[in-house]
Each structure stands twice: as C-alpha cells, then as structure tokens.
C-alpha cells in the first residue's frame, strides 16, 4: 500500500516536470483503485454500480485539470482521494435529486424491471458531441483514433500549438458540462 | 469514450500548464480594484482631517485589523483551494483580526474618554460603513472567485464565504481612510457586520461558482 503511493507520488512529480510517459503510467495505474472505490461507494448508497465508469472518467478529468492544487512535497494519494471522494459524493448527491423526481413523476408507469437508461461511461462521449466542432474534432482525433498532437495538426491543418490549446479547451469545457448537467 | 482513451488524451495534454492559483488569485485582485477604487472616490474619498487622524492611534488601528483580515483571509483561501485541505488548523488565522479589535477595545476603555461608550459605538457612519463595504467588496469578491475557481475546494461554501472575508478586509482598508468613526467599539459593531454580510454572499456565490 505504502509503496504503491510512494509510487504515485514519484510519477506525478515526474508528470509535472515534463514526462508525460510516466503521467499516462500514474493514470492508468490509479484507475483500477479509483474503479473499485467507486463500485464500494455506489454499492454502500444503495445504488446499481454500472455507471462507476462515469464517475472514473469525471475523477480523472478533475485530476488532470485540478492538479496544480497537489503540493509536490505532499504525498499524492490523500489528494487523489479527496478529490474522488468528492466526485462521488457529487455523483450521489446528482442522482438522488434525479431518483427522486423519476419516482414522483413516474410512479404509475415504472415497469417491474427498469433498465438503466445510460450505458456506462456514455456521459463523456454524450458531452463531446455538445463541443464546439474545432475541439471536438481535435479531442476526437486525439482520444478515438489515438493521433499524436502532431498528426492532429497535420490533418486539421492547424499549428501544433494551436492543437494544444484546442485540446485543453476541450477538456476544460467537456469538464464543465460534465458539472453542471 | 473509453477510459483508456480519455487517459492517452489527458496525457497529451501533460504540457498545458495552468497559472498557480496564488498568481491567478492575485492577478484576478489587481484587475478588480480599479473598480472598488472608483466607487471610493466616486462616492467618499479619504476623509479631510487625514493628517491629523494619523496620529491617532485607534485611525491607525482600524489599518491594523482591517488588513490583518485581509492577509489571514488571503492565506486561508489559498490553503482552502486545496481538495484534501480544512479549516482545521488553519482558521486560527482569522482570528488574529479579532484578537486585535479586543486588544484595542480593552486599550480604549483605559483611556479617558470624551464621549459616552454608547456614543463611540453608535457613530455617525454606520450606515456609509454598511454601505460602502458590501459596494467596495463586490468587485473584489467577484475577482476573488474568478480567481481562486482554479482550486478544487473541498467545501465551495466555505471557501466562498472566505473569499468574501478576503474582499471585505480589502474593502474595508480602504474605506477606514474615509471613515471618521475611529473607535474600535465601532469597527467591532459596523465593520464586522459589513463583513459578515460580504461573508454571507461571498458563501452563496462561492457555493456554485467554486465547484469543480
């Protein structure tokens, strides 16, 4: 456990120099335990755990965009868990309000069994859509066809910088839409 | 999307870096001052008597608590724009204000005084006091959010009502130059309840503009 946080806290240091090899390395190793926090979360309110999915996505956007807020001499983990034990709060808190006038506007018509009316991680994909083209496009080249920054600009015919700025638009914007649903 | 898609993407955006709060904070300060100046000038100004006030040391004193507040708030928010950062440990802050205005209250009432004690507290500025703060703060508070937006605070009220404390004490430093009520029974009554009406707004404002 110890380790594994010492860890964390060796790649975001290294992320926030520069490498963003080992920032794609810290991501992708916090998001099984962001994934299992999540479903234990979800499950202890009582709440279906398809849609844990979602809630990664949005603890990672916060991560990613919030992370000028960890203090480099701290260590990482109290910080990641503050911020996905906010999001999921947040997530419950969002879903209550949305059970609640289901049940009172529905009552009479819910079938014995209702399915989930979104499948999960669908809230991101549906966001993108909203984006404006120039953001979408970049965010889409980048995220579903794997395009480096490069390649991107090359096939929008856009500078390099100019992508960079699309790109974190487009997350910043995507992250906003996401809150305020 | 994928979770492993939305991971490549963010770390291909590794290289964005974003203001640090303090600056950002700073930054949003400065561009909402002009604003709350105008309004001062438009509207009070430094009072006329200025030289002579200074040296009374309860004029002098309203400068110390007033910007006591503002420097502790500052601190506090900064420390709040944190995910995993309380109050606790670090309100203590704002209480160096209050412990100023009881030093000087105390100082006050072992000095022979020409007018009664009610007479002090009562003033002839309450209500420019409680005008003019929450008017002089509003700009300021509305940089303050704008700036400190770029922190995750784990409690967005809090963090607001903070942000509001922050703006009052600038406010409020200036306007002490305009204000001819310099007992401290009268800052303790009028500026703090002008403060805690910025306080209030700056909690209601901060409570939607400060998620994240």
Same mark, same amino acid.
């Given at each position: 456990?110890?380790?594994?946080?010492?860890?964390?806290?060796?790649?975001?240091?290294?992320?926030?120099?520069?490498?963003?090899?080992?920032?794609?390395?810290?991501?992708?190793?916090?998001?099984? =335990?962001?994934?299992?926090?999540?479903?234990?979360?979800?499950?202890?309110?009582?709440?279906? =755990?398809?849609?844990?999915?979602?809630? =990664?996505?949005?603890?990672?956007?916060? =991560?990613?965009?919030?992370?000028?807020?960890?203090?480099?001499?701290?260590?990482?983990?109290?910080?990641?868990?503050?911020?996905?034990?906010?999001?999921?709060?947040?997530?419950?808190?969002?879903?209550?309000?949305?059970?609640?006038?289901?049940?009172?506007?529905?009552?009479?018509?819910?079938?014995?069994?209702?399915p989930e009316p979104t499948a999960s991680a669908s809230e991101?994909?549906?966001?993108?859509?909203?984006?404006?083209?120039?953001?979408?496009?970049?965010l889409q080249s980048i995220a579903v066809d794997s395009s480096s920054i490069k390649d991107t600009a090359a096939k929008f015919s856009m500078s390099e910088g100019a992508v960079r700025v699309a790109l974190h638009r487009g997350l910043a914007s995507l992250t906003a839409k996401l809150r305020d649903r | 999307m994928d979770t492993d898609q939305l991971i490549r993407t963010l770390a291909a955006d590794n290289t964005y870096r974003t203001r640090p709060i303090g600056l950002a904070l700073m930054l949003a300060l400065l561009a909402a001052a002009p604003v709350s100046l105008l309004i001062f000038f438009a509207e009070l100004g430094v009072r006329s008597d200025v030289m002579t006030a200074m040296r009374n040391p309860f004029f002098d004193l309203k400068f110390a608590v007033t910007l006591a507040l503002a420097v502790a708030a500052?601190?506090?928010?900064?420390? @709040?724009?944190?995910?995993?950062?309380? @109050?606790?440990?670090?309100?203590?802050? @704002?209480l160096v204000p209050a412990g100023i205005l009881?030093?000087?209250?105390?100082?006050?009432?072992?000095?022979?005084?020409?007018?009664?004690?009610?007479?002090? @507290?009562?003033?002839?500025?309450?209500?420019?006091?409680?005008?003019?703060?929450?008017?002089?703060?509003?700009?300021?508070?509305?940089?303050?959010?704008?700036?400190?937006?770029?922190?995750?605070?784990?409690?967005p009220a809090v963090a607001g009502a903070v942000a509001g404390l922050l703006s009052a004490g600038l406010a409020a430093t200036v306007y002490a130059s305009h204000c001819t009520d310099d007992s401290p029974l009268f800052v303790a009554t009028w500026y703090t309840l002008a403060t805690a009406i910025v306080a209030s707004v700056g909690a209601l404002m901060g409570k939607r503009a400060l998620r994240y």
């Open positions: 456990m110890r380790e594994r946080e010492d860890e964390w806290t060796g790649l975001m240091r290294s992320a926030i120099s520069g490498d963003d090899a080992a920032y794609h390395r810290l991501l992708k190793a916090i998001t099984p =335990v962001l994934r299992a926090a999540a479903r234990r979360g979800l499950a202890r309110a009582g709440q279906p =755990v398809d849609q844990s999915e979602d809630i =990664v996505q949005d603890i990672l956007l916060a =991560v990613h965009l919030k992370r000028q807020t960890w203090d480099s001499s701290a260590p990482f983990a109290p910080w990641l868990f503050a911020i996905a034990r906010n999001k999921l709060i947040d997530t419950l808190r969002r879903r209550g309000k949305r059970i609640f006038v289901n049940i009172d506007d529905f009552a009479e018509t819910l079938p014995g069994e209702t991101v994909a549906a966001q993108l859509q909203t984006l404006p083209a120039r953001q979408r496009d970049v | 500052i601190a506090v928010s900064l420390h @709040l724009s944190r995910p995993e950062a309380s @109050l606790r440990g670090f309100g203590w802050w @704002l009881v030093a000087a209250i105390s100082g006050e009432m072992m000095m022979p005084q020409r007018a009664p004690m009610m007479t002090r @507290l009562v003033g002839k500025n309450s209500m420019a006091c409680m005008t003019a703060i929450p008017a002089m703060s509003l700009p300021l508070l509305v940089g303050a959010l704008y700036g400190l937006r770029q922190g995750a605070p784990a409690r």
